[in-house]
Antibody, heavy 118, light 107 residues
Framework: EVQLAESGGGLVKPGGSLRLSCAASGFTFISYNMNWVRQAPGKGLEWVSSISISDSYIYYADSVKGRFTISRDNAKRSLYLQMNSLRAEDTAVYYC???????????WGQGTLVTVSS | DIQMTQSPSSLSASVGDTVTITCRASQSISSYLNWFQQKPGKAPKLLIYSASSLQSGVPSRFSGSGSGTDCTLTISSLQPEDFATYYCQQSYSAPYTFGQGTTVDVK
């Protein structure tokens, strides 16, 4: 069974930093691109970032470019999102997703809540 | 960036009804269109990929059609567990944009 388990969310002050992690199991991690998608409270879904199997391509949404960094450790079967210079508008549930073909998100984690507030 | 527009934003329906949701892209995305279902407090679930392919385990009452700029999700014979919010999403090119969502609630 495919499992994606996010962790690392919490309450952080504006301008602060947070690192999210996603532990993957139940599938061949190195065969999939990985992604982060977020959802602000009561709002729709917003793609945040994607990383390919061997880091050969990395994409970011304009809203996080220059502040967030996506990375993966294939040996640990883990995906990460380093979030710096956090703003109130970054408050959201952050989902880890996998994709076999570009932006086709076929499995999702349960999400981790990030709250940016003073 | 490719903009995705869903209609309607919400609709009310009864068990047994056939429901249709439309998604329009701001440029052609071929068949790179996916549909997700989300229930409150839960992660989204992939229903349809490549515009018309049913994801494994998804009931056959869900179907998708279309290509280019216009796609449709149809739910035939709506069941109680189908009351949820539905999102379309383009996987043609990054940024991988979503529609704003369509909430299907009980009439």
């Amino acid at each position: 069974e495919v499992q994606l388990a996010e962790s690392g969310g919490g309450l952080v002050k504006p301008g602060g930093s947070l690192r999210l992690s996603c532990a993957a199991s139940g599938f061949t991690f190195i065969s999939y691109n990985m992604n982060w998608v977020r959802q602000a409270p009561g709002k729709g879904l917003e793609w945040v970032s994607s990383i390919s199997i061997s880091d050969s391509y990395i994409y970011y949404a304009d809203s996080v470019k220059g502040r967030f960094t996506i990375s993966r450790d294939n040996a640990k079967r883990s995906l990460y999102l380093q979030m710096n210079s956090l703003r109130a508008e970054d408050t959201a549930v952050y989902y880890c997703t996998r994709s076999y073909d570009g932006g086709l998100f076929d499995s999702w984690g349960q999400g981790t809540l990030v709250t940016v507030s003073s | 960036d490719i903009q995705m527009t869903q209609s309607p934003s919400s609709l009310s329906a009864s068990v047994g009804d056939t429901v249709t949701i439309t998604c329009r892209a701001s440029q052609s995305i071929s068949s790179y269109l996916n549909w997700f279902q989300q229930k409150p407090g839960k992660a989204p679930k992939l229903l349809i990929y490549s515009a018309s392919s049913l994801q494994s385990g998804v009931p056959s009452r869900f179907s998708g059609s279309g290509s280019g700029t216009d796609c449709t999700l149809t739910i035939s014979s709506l069941q109680p567990e189908d009351f949820a919010t539905y999102y379309c999403q383009q996987s043609y090119s990054a940024p991988y944009t979503f529609g704003q969502g369509t909430t299907v609630d009980v009439k």
